[in-house]
């Protein structure tokens, strides 16, 4: 299912929807409960012309109606850090430079008492890319050589509560 959502992908990002969405369902009928594939699925149908907001918005609730107690329940501790809300930042490649300025200010001024912030990015925080983010994490994570079953393992036993994903996974 994994390969066949990623050719879906593929195809919808090459405008060739008619194919992709015959792979897509294919990939969802064969996924049984799996919520990464599901949400893949998702992503593709942004994509697909004629998509109505109305249409989307169905399926992102269906899919949280049908995946989201099953994630919460994985979240050890319901995700608390001494009654902190933990949020996670994907950004393991940076699209344009200024986006890492820009996130070095929002963890850099963020109310530590009330939130624990958690990195997952490429190479170590001292690394030249990364130094403007230096200190401002509570948690640092070089997931550069990770899969994806890899990085989503260890953001969930981060017990993370909202995820901002920089990186475009």
């Known amino acids: 299912p994994l390969d066949r959502i990623r050719l879906a992908g593929a195809l919808a990002e090459l405008g ?22 599901a949400a893949q699925a998702l992503a593709i149908s942004v994509m697909a012309p004629g998509a109505s907001a109305v249409s989307l918005a169905q399926e992102r609730q269906a899919w949280g109606g049908r995946f989201a107690p099953m994630t ?21 490649k940076w699209h344009d430079e200024r986006d890492g300025d820009v996130l070095a200010r929002v963890v850099h001024h963020a109310d530590r008492n009330r939130v624990a ?44 509560d909202v995820l901002v994903d920089l990186s475009g996974y």
């Open 117 to 160: 912030l958690y990195g997952y990015g490429s190479h170590g925080v001292d690394h030249p890319g990364n130094r403007r983010l230096r200190g401002g994490f509570d948690v640092w994570h070089d997931v550069s050589e990770f899969d994806e079953a890899s990085l989503a393992s260890v953001i969930a036993g981060d017990g993370i």
């Open 72 to 92: 919460l329940a994985a979240s050890p501790g319901g995700g608390s850090d001494s009654g902190r809300l933990r949020i996670g930042f994907l950004c393991a």
């Open 16 to 37: 060739e929807f008619g194919q992709a969405r015959t792979i897509r369902e294919q990939a969802l009928a064969s996924s049984g409960d799996d919520p990464n594939i």
